[in-house]
């Protein structure tokens, strides 16, 4: 089968490396401000993964950069 210009094993080649190629790049991942995510231990496995891992801390906690929590806020106080 073709698609667009490329046969598909061609194109199912291409998803392959860019998919080998995104793993090899270096992770970010978003935490709060939990002490779970801020633990020295967490802090010694990141240095360990060699540059492969990075956490971006999250600000602190407000309705305007997390609208959802509005949301989960008045439904929990309804609740009880």
Known sequence: MVY???PLAHRRAQE???????ARRAK?????????HTSKRVEQ???NCGGQLSLH????WGPQSNPVDLIWWSSLHEAV
């Not at 392959?16 to 995104?22: C, G, I, K, S």
């Not at 970010?28 to 779970?36: E, F, H, P």
Request: hydrophobic share 40%.
């Open 45 to 47: 496995y990141v240095e």
């Open 28 to 36: 970010k991942l978003a935490v709060d401000n939990d002490g779970s």
């Open 4 to 6: 667009g210009s490329l």
């Open 57 to 60: 801390p999250l600000p602190a």
């Open 16 to 22: 392959r490396r860019a998919v080998l190629e995104a």
